[in-house]
């Protein structure tokens, strides 16, 4: 006979072994459900249509990577093109078009150096035509390593930690 601190503890085992086996069973098919879509926030660089600072998804092909903002592609880049994968908080100043100073942006960089809440950027280049392209983008924090890794899977690409490497463009 059992006493009653064993039923307990027989229950609660068995309650968590259930509670293994959901998930273990439901993880799988939310993985396989998910299409290669993130949100992320489009922060500039080479889409002529894409807005910055608007959210937008990025799709994660099998060969190619795809921007869409409202419902429509903005951007397609062929994942053989990609030169280079960048993440890091100061991203977004290395990857993409020049940007002229303003005092707008001057103000503006200003408040975000002084700003206590840190951005996680991923940067991309590629080249088109022989031109260099490159485009930023913010992302999610539960998404941002999912990202990495699947830009790096499609592309073959390792990605490069910005905040601890100097570049001159």
């Given amino acids: 006979m059992m006493s009653r601190a064993g039923e307990i503890f027989v229950q609660e085992t068995v309650m968590k072994i259930w509670a293994a086996a959901i998930v273990c069973i439901t993880l799988p098919i939310v993985v396989l459900a998910s299409d ?19 959210e937008a998804t ?20 062929p994942a053989s093109l990609v030169t ?17 100073a303003t005092l707008v942006s001057v103000v503006v960089d200003t408040f975000m150096a002084v700003s206590k809440s840190k951005r996680d950027y991923i940067g991309l280049t590629w080249t088109e035509g022989g031109d260099k392209r490159g485009i930023a983008m913010q992302c999610d924090k539960n998404e941002y390593g999912g990202v990495l890794a699947g830009l790096e899977e499609v592309t073959g690409k390792q990605a490069v ?4 490497t100097t570049v001159e463009n």
């Fill in 58 to 77: 990025l799709y994660i092909d099998r060969d190619q990577i795809r921007f869409a903002q409202k419902g429509h592609d903005v951007l397609r880049i």
């Fill in 36 to 54: 290669g879509s993130y949100k992320i926030i489009y922060d500039g660089g080479s889409v002529q249509e894409g807005k910055s600072g608007v």
């Fill in 84 to 100: 280079g994968i960048a993440y890091g908080q100061n991203v977004h100043r290395k990857i993409g078009t020049p940007v002229k």
């Fill in 161 to 164: 930690n910005w905040d601890t």
